[in-house]
């Protein structure tokens, strides 16, 4: 089965910075996009970046100019360095990938464990 392992959530000061990983294993044909998403208490899960299979990327206006979505293709693995953090950006981030595996004729879409990000004010 898909399996996505997140890495790099922890505690910052504002204006810190950190860098997640997300790893996707299996028997894996294609990875059609692969994004963050986070969620703070009390709220609605939000994407916050998205980089497609073709290239295209997308950021959530509250992020943009301070995180970077990137893909390591050879290792299937997605990663969101986030500088100047704020508090506001304190939240569990979730990764999420669609994609097809070989058992399957058709993509789905996985999600990580979930990894908590505080930043500190």
């Known amino acids: 089965q898909v399996q996505l392992v997140e890495s790099g959530g922890g505690l910052v000061q504002a204006g810190g910075s950190l860098r997640l990983s997300c790893a996707a294993s299996g028997s894996i044909v294609s990875i059609n996009a692969m994004a963050w998403y986070r969620q703070a208490p009390g709220k609605q899960r939000e994407l916050v970046a998205q980089?497609?299979?073709?290239?295209?990327?997308y950021y959530a206006n509250s992020v943009k100019g301070r995180f970077t979505i990137s893909r390591d293709n050879a290792k299937n693995t997605v990663y969101l360095q986030m500088n100047s953090l704020k508090p506001e950006d304190t939240a569990v981030y979730y990764c999420?990938?669609?994609?097809?595996?070989?058992?399957?004729?058709?993509?789905?879409?996985?999600w990580g464990q979930g990894t908590q990000v505080t930043v500190s004010s």
């Open positions: 980089i497609r299979g073709g290239g295209n990327i």
């Open positions: 999420n990938a669609d994609l097809r595996q070989v058992t399957y004729a058709f993509s789905r879409t996985y």
